[in-house]
């Protein structure tokens, strides 16, 4: 992708950009990751401020704010939203929050930064969308956190497909395995509960790929055919806290309400066939995130746990020589990685969050629709719905609402 222009003041003269996040678990400690190193990596127009964190938990949002690098700590967000000293909101927040938290946020005249997927429903989303276009002719912005799209091999990938690497596209073939709910003891925390997360593995991991998937291909799926399940119907309830995706059981057992798996083919709008596979229960699967694109002159293949690589296959060369090559996504003009460690030094997964807010710092700046958008968002919203309606009716094939 492209280098925004950037600035040789110092850090010192640079307008601060104050940021207030609200959540402080897994995505939470992510984002402050990001937060915390993205202005000591890239030179940035403005200078991001660790400003508030809050929670609901007066002691543990104050000792996460003291671990992260917080300013000052909150236990309402409203109160969060409501202090002058914020320029930009964060929201780390469960699904059933994420709406509720924005539309307040931008009112209030701030910037949003939302963790994917953008809301737990299409009306929820489509209202996001509808305020954040209004936010920016006042000179606001709002972008989603899907995070995959910064990763360099994968902003890589996107760069070849637009300079017309893969021709036309004629398959894309994505899957996000996990494997931490295999154990059916393991208990009924909020990501297994409608009400709260929307969705389960679709939402979860599914959200992610869907973007991902349109973003390389550089077009929108106009429909789905789909098959979804929960494999593991009643789980015993949780005591205390949720770190990452760990929980301990307490007494007594309560229902899932989400899907455990979700498998769909799609259709992009020129025609170019799609698969996904998003599930919680592929035994051995940690975080396998894998994506490959086929066409007319060559295919791109990416893996999420090979992070620093992207396969290319140019379908030019002659036969005897011709067929998938690595490249070590290190190189100091390879997206994002001027400002990282001699070719050859990997990044990680904690990186792609860093990537996150310099974008958004320089969309800030510079007064421009940051990506992916409010409106991108509200866009896989309507895929994971079309998923959802599609495996209520025997798999029938759904068009993706316009």
Request: glycine share 10%.
């Amino acid at each position: 992708m492209g280098q925004p222009q950037q600035t040789d003041r110092p850090e010192a003269d640079k307008p601060p950009l104050r940021v207030g996040m609200v959540g402080y678990a897994f995505m939470g400690t992510a984002h402050s990751q990001g937060w915390r190193t993205v202005g000591r990596v890239f030179d940035l127009p403005r200078r991001p401020v660790l400003a508030a964190l809050c929670g609901r938990d007066a002691t543990a949002v104050r000792a996460a704010a003291d671990r992260h690098g917080w300013a000052s700590a909150e236990t309402d967000w409203r109160a969060l939203i409501a202090r002058d000293d914020i320029d930009l909101v964060d929201i780390c927040t469960p699904g059933d929050s994420h709406a509720e938290i924005a539309l307040a946020a931008l009112a209030a005249g701030k910037h949003v930064l939302c963790e994917k997927p953008l809301a737990n429903t299409v009306a929820e989303a489509e209202a996001m969308a509808r305020a954040a276009e209004a936010a920016y002719e006042r000179g606001q912005v709002a972008m989603v956190g899907f995070n995959y799209r910064r990763v360099p091999a994968t902003a890589l990938a996107r760069r070849m497909v637009a300079e017309g690497r893969l021709g036309a596209l004629r398959h894309v073939r994505v899957t996000y395995l996990q494997d931490w709910l295999v154990d059916p003891q393991f208990p009924l925390t909020w990501r297994l509960r409608k009400e709260i997360a929307g969705s389960g593995s679709l939402g979860d991991l599914g959200a992610h790929i869907v973007d991902l998937a349109q973003h390389l291909a550089g077009e929108d799926l106009a429909g789905v055919s789909a098959l979804t399940e929960t494999f593991v119907r009643e789980r015993p309830l949780p005591v205390g806290a949720t770190s990452g995706l760990s929980a301990v059981s307490a007494v007594g057992t309560g229902q899932v309400t989400v899907d455990d798996a979700a498998l769909f083919t799609g259709r992009f709008a020129s025609g170019a066939l799609a698969s996904f596979e998003a599930t919680r229960y592929a035994t051995g699967r940690k975080n396998a995130l894998r994506i490959e694109l086929n066409g007319e002159h060559g295919s791109l293949a990416f893996d999420l746990e090979r992070l620093n690589e992207l396969y290319y296959h140019d379908g030019g060369e002659p036969g005897a020589r011709a067929g998938f090559r690595r490249i070590l996504v290190t190189e100091p003009d390879h997206p994002y990685l001027d400002a990282w460690w001699p070719p050859g030094h990997g990044l990680g997964y904690e990186h792609t969050f860093v990537h996150q807010a310099r974008d958004l710092v320089h969309a800030v700046a510079e007064g421009s629709r940051p990506e992916p958008s409010f409106a991108d968002g509200l866009q896989v919203q309507r895929v994971l719905a079309a998923v959802e309606e599609s495996a209520e009716k025997n798999s029938v094939y759904t068009p993706v609402a316009a």
